[in-house]
């Protein structure tokens, strides 16, 4: 998998990656999931590389040739998941609100509790979808954040 531009990149990716992680560079429990060769070779390097196998070289000729791909710039193409005979809209909100009355049992087991402090919860949620529905973005949210399966779980 090829991860940096050219192998120079590489301290640059470690720290953006770590900063990520949520750990420091000299972490030892930091995950090393990349290393200095993970990045975008030079024909000469790949020809360098595979000299003692050119039928590999070939085949990545081969696999280029049929690559053809036109992608229209400004335009989402996801997945749609099923959302019955609601919208995504509709289908988002309805979620989302079954999930904040799940958290808030967990939250507050005692029901008085629950909804005394209901109104802050109800207030930030709804500034949330207000947020990401003139966007156009309830379809975009589920598989940005890979949670489509998570939440039909």
Same mark, same amino acid.
């Given at each position: /998998? ?5 192998? *120079?990149?590489?301290?640059a990716h470690e ?8 750990? &420091? ?7 090393? %999931? +990349?290393?200095?060769?993970? +990045? /975008? ?13 050119? #039928? *590999?070289?070939? %085949? !990545? @000729? ?5 690559? %053809?791909? !036109?992608?229209?710039?400004?335009? +989402?193409f996801l997945p749609?998941?099923? !959302?019955?005979?609601?919208? &995504?809209?509709?289908?988002? $909100?309805?979620?989302?609100? #079954?999930?904040? #009355?799940?958290?808030? *049992? ?20 709804? !500034? #949330?979808?207000? $947020? ?5 973005l309830p379809g ?7 949670? +489509?399966? @998570? @939440?039909?779980?």
């Amino acid at each position: /998998m090829c991860a940096l531009s050219t192998a *120079a990149t590489f301290d640059a990716h470690e720290i953006r990656v770590a900063i990520h992680d949520g750990f &420091t560079l000299d972490d030892p429990k930091r995950p090393r %999931n +990349y290393s200095p060769q993970q +990045y /975008m070779r030079s024909e000469e390097e790949m020809c360098e590389l595979f000299a003692d196998i050119p #039928e *590999a070289l070939a %085949n !990545t @000729v081969e696999i280029a040739k049929r690559c %053809n791909v !036109t992608v229209r710039l400004g335009e +989402y193409f996801l997945p749609q998941f099923p !959302t019955g005979d609601m919208s &995504t809209e509709d289908y988002l $909100v309805k979620r989302a609100k #079954e999930g904040l #009355e799940e958290r808030l *049992a967990f939250l507050f087991p005692d029901e008085e509790e629950r909804l005394k402090r209901r109104p802050e919860y109800d207030e930030r949620l709804d !500034t #949330e979808l207000q $947020v990401i529905k003139p966007d156009g973005l309830p379809g975009l949210l589920p598989h940005r954040y890979g949670i +489509y399966p @998570v @939440v039909e779980r």
